[in-house]
């Protein structure tokens, strides 16, 4: 059957995950109102900026109705700003910026931007499922992740930071796979739909 899948589709990086997700066969639905979070199969978070992101969601009622669909085990992506969306803590928020604190880990937003302003490179990935595999990865101001939590496992670093995460349902990665040829990551969502 046909999986469909919602990308958030407030601002930022919301076409290259839709072409990517469509070429995967998918169904692909742009989410901008709560309704349209019923019925998807997996949902991915883009980057983009993450304190517009979040004002948005508040604005548009979207917020909470996030909160509930993932908390109920949809099985979500969240890259660069979508991973800093998705996580319990940001270390250096925008002024009022929230998170919707569903992934247990710290980042820090520009930190690790500051240091590798953009950069295309492989990342040895292992999510602990017993298949190690190297992805592409391209950073662009991207976050780190500065701690995890217990039920959070360590899939990628870059330059010994941490930039890829997976806790039950959850992906979190600091760097944009959609602006590479290689899914492999939208894969794996698409395995836990
Ligand atoms: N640092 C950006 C933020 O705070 C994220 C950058 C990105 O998504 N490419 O949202």
């Known amino acids: 059957m046909v999986k469909n899948v919602g990308v958030l589709a407030l601002q930022g990086g919301v076409a290259e995950h839709v072409a990517m997700l469509e070429s995967l066969?998918?169904?692909v639905v742009g989410v901008r109102k709560p309704e349209q979070l019923t019925g998807l199969d997996a949902l991915v978070l883009p980057g983009g900026e993450s304190s517009t992101i979040d004002r948005l969601t508040r604005v548009l009622g979207l917020r909470e109705p996030l909160i509930e669909a993932i908390s109920a085990g949809l099985p979500t992506l969240g890259?660069?700003?979508g991973l800093?969306?998705?996580s319990r803590e940001i270390t250096d928020p925008a002024p009022g910026q929230q998170s919707l604190g569903l992934l247990d880990v710290a980042v820090d937003r520009n930190a690790f931007g500051s240091q590798v302003a953009s950069a295309e490179t492989v990342l040895d990935w292992d999510d602990g499922t017993g298949h190690p595999r190297q992805v592409k990865a391209a950073?662009?101001?991207a976050p780190r992740v500065a701690s995890v939590g217990?039920?959070?496992?360590?899939?990628?670093r870059y330059r010994g930071e941490i930039v890829g995460v997976r806790q039950g349902?959850?992906?979190g990665i600091s760097f944009h796979p959609e602006l590479t040829d290689d899914t492999s990551i939208h894969?794996?969502?698409l395995a836990l739909a």
């Not at 217990?150 to 990628?156: K, L, S, Y």
């Open 25 to 27: 066969g998918t169904h």
């Open 79 to 81: 890259t660069c700003a």
């Open 84 to 86: 800093i969306m998705l």
């Open 139 to 141: 950073f662009i101001r």
């Open 150 to 156: 217990e039920g959070v496992t360590v899939c990628a």
């Open 169 to 171: 349902n959850l992906l």
């Open 187 to 189: 894969k794996e969502l």
